[in-house]
């Protein structure tokens, strides 16, 4: 018989994953081996019985703020980088299909050929059923970040947690690839993010947090099995809530 502390501390998880994070050591487009790694630690949730969203970014095939800076109307942008979080949808969609996990895309911006619309019912729904839903194409507006998106995702389906896997451990005083003495945190308030302006997630998005008390926790998705050991309550990354002790 399973011990009381061997259940998983969160029952439904908003797993967000930049764009940079699927492209691997190259940079840019999707590292199959990464999305392999990525299907087989959501396997093992969904083994654990945790209902599993995952929204995407879509950085490593187009940035849109990135080309608005460079002179390209900002709602143009927005949208070609919501077309590239269908694409990754899509390849981690096979991927997971492959390791025999049941999974669904649903589409902000409405294709029925690739992918549902987004309904929040439905998508419910589908977690219920031990399916794993992958919400792609932001929020469907121009100007909202795929964090936004996540944010708003995560409320929608009753979430307990946002997971966001990054390529360090944490959250650091500053970036420790750039400097050997930065500093990890392993607790902040939602305050303390917007007021040190720490980029862990946008603004907007740790705002929407804030009003509705859903902790992050930003960990490094390259060390397999962080996210079952998240999941399951252990000391892994940083959390942000509402009070840093």
């Known amino acids: 018989m399973a011990k009381k502390e061997d259940k998983p501390k969160y029952k439904r998880i908003l797993l967000k994953l930049s764009g940079e994070a699927l492209a691997g050591e190259k940079g840019y487009g999707i590292n199959v081996e990464v999305l392999r790694s990525v299907a087989e630690q959501v396997k093992t949730l969904v083994e654990m019985k945790v209902e599993v969203g995952i929204v995407l970014g879509g950085g490593n095939i187009f940035r849109g703020i990135a080309a608005a800076a ?49 309904i929040r019912r439905r998508a419910v729904r589908h977690l219920e059923k031990s399916r794993v839903v992958i919400f792609a194409a932001g929020t469907g507006n121009p100007f909202f970040t795929t964090d936004t998106a996540a944010a708003l995702r995560a409320m929608e389906i009753g979430a307990d947690v946002i997971l966001k896997a990054t390529k360090v451990d944490g959250i650091y005083d500053k970036d420790p690839v750039k400097y050997k003495d930065a500093v990890m945190f392993k607790e902040l308030s939602y305050i303390e993010v917007l007021q040190k302006n720490i980029k862990v997630m946008d603004s907007t998005a740790i705002s929407l947090c804030m009003d509705n008390a859903l902790p992050i926790i930003t960990f490094n998705l390259n060390k397999s099995g962080n996210i079952a050991r998240v999941v399951m309550g252990e000391k892994v990354g940083t959390i942000v809530r509402g009070e840093s002790k």
């Not at 927005?78 to 899509?90: E, F, K, R, W």
């Not at 991927?95 to 029925?112: F, G, P």
């Open 70 to 118: 460079n002179g390209m109307d900002r709602a143009s942008s927005d949208y070609m980088g919501m077309l590239a979080t269908v694409i990754n949808s899509l390849a981690l969609q096979d991927m997971l299909e492959k390791v025999h996990v049941y999974t669904r895309v649903q589409s902000a911006i409405e294709m029925h050929e690739l992918a549902e619309p987004y």
